[in-house]
């Protein structure tokens, strides 16, 4: 990276400074838990604040000291490149978490909602019923084992990490993502079935639960997906 040409730069004025910028820049770019990126953002900013308050030391003015604090760290793009590693090591545990507290919770509203059915709407047995829950268990199923794996690479297993754990932490996470919103279509797509069946069979004041535990956790299962795809990309990058 060139140096930058500070002979003829100003003093320090009014406003915020090029580290100020420089920080929203890299803030930006970076993805993963709100408090782990507000963390990143003040270890950088106490790391350029070091560097810049050592070329004060030097003779120069703060604006000239900022950027040469800048122009040695990289640009946003290289500072967030390098922390995103662990944003795929924190984002894989996020997800781990959401889907560990998220199956029970669904599967608890869900149940709420079955049990208070009062007939059956499927009283013939049903191929269509037969494959939904068929798909529902083996969905079920691969979401825990996906969202547990995830947590293992996540604790860094020293027999695991030795053969590429990013690599796996990443799979089993978008594992978990992709059964756990199969599994909630599933059920959702039999909720609308039986309520177009007979409509008497559904237990409406109780449907709030489950469509309001479906929607939480859908958006948590929505924004953890985007962030963890988003790092991976991030660090086969870098």
């Given at each position: 990276?060139?140096?930058?040409?500070?002979?003829?730069?100003?003093?320090?004025?009014?406003?915020?400074?090029?580290?100020?910028?420089?920080?929203?820049?890299?803030?930006?770019?970076?993805?993963?838990?709100?408090?782990?990126?507000?963390?990143?953002?003040?270890?950088?900013?106490?790391?350029?604040?070091?560097?810049?308050?050592?070329?004060?030391?030097q003779?120069?003015?703060?604006?000239?000291?900022?950027?040469?604090?800048?122009?040695?760290?990289?640009?946003?793009?290289?500072?967030?490149?390098?922390?995103?590693?662990a944003a795929?090591?924190?984002?894989?545990?996020?997800?781990?978490?959401?889907?560990?507290l998220?199956?029970?919770?669904?599967?608890?509203?869900?149940?709420?909602?079955?049990?208070?059915?009062?007939?059956?709407?499927?009283?013939?047995?049903?191929?269509?019923?037969?494959?939904?829950?068929?798909?529902?268990?083996?969905?079920?199923?691969?979401?825990?084992?996906?969202?547990?794996?995830?947590?293992?690479?996540?604790?860094?297993?020293?027999?695991?990490?030795?053969?590429?754990?990013?690599?796996?932490?990443?799979?089993?996470?978008?594992?978990?993502?992709?059964?756990?919103?199969?599994?909630?279509?599933?059920?959702?797509?039999?909720?609308?079935?039986q309520?177009?069946?007979?409509?008497?069979?559904?237990?409406?004041?109780?449907?709030?639960?489950?469509?309001?535990?479906?929607?939480?956790?859908?958006?948590?299962?929505?924004?953890e997906?985007?962030?963890?795809?988003?790092?991976?990309?991030?660090?086969?990058?870098?």
């Amino acid at each position: 990276m060139d140096r930058l040409d500070l002979t003829d730069d100003p003093g320090p004025t009014d406003g915020p400074g090029p580290i100020d910028d420089y920080l929203r820049d890299v803030a930006v770019r970076l993805c993963g838990p709100r408090r782990w990126r507000e963390e990143i953002v003040e270890e950088v900013r106490d790391g350029l604040a070091e560097t810049a308050a050592a070329c004060r030391e030097q003779g120069m003015n703060p604006t000239a000291a900022q950027r040469t604090a800048i122009a040695e760290w990289g640009s946003a793009r290289v500072v967030a490149g390098a922390y995103a590693r662990a944003a795929l090591h924190a984002t894989g545990k996020r997800v781990g978490t959401v889907v560990l507290l998220g199956v029970p919770l669904l599967v608890a509203t869900w149940w709420a909602v079955l049990s208070q059915r009062v007939r059956d709407p499927f009283p013939q047995p049903s191929p269509g019923v037969e494959v939904a829950a068929n798909v529902l268990g083996v969905s079920a199923l691969l979401t825990v084992v996906g969202a547990l794996l995830a947590w293992v690479f996540s604790k860094g297993v020293r027999s695991l990490a030795r053969h590429n754990s990013e690599r796996w932490r990443y799979r089993a996470s978008v594992t978990a993502v992709i059964c756990m919103g199969a599994a909630m279509s599933v059920t959702l797509t039999v909720q609308i079935a039986q309520a177009l069946v007979d409509p008497r069979s559904v237990a409406w004041p109780w449907l709030a639960l489950p469509l309001g535990s479906s929607a939480l956790v859908g958006t948590a299962l929505l924004t953890e997906g985007r962030r963890l795809v988003v790092a991976r990309r991030m660090w086969a990058a870098g």
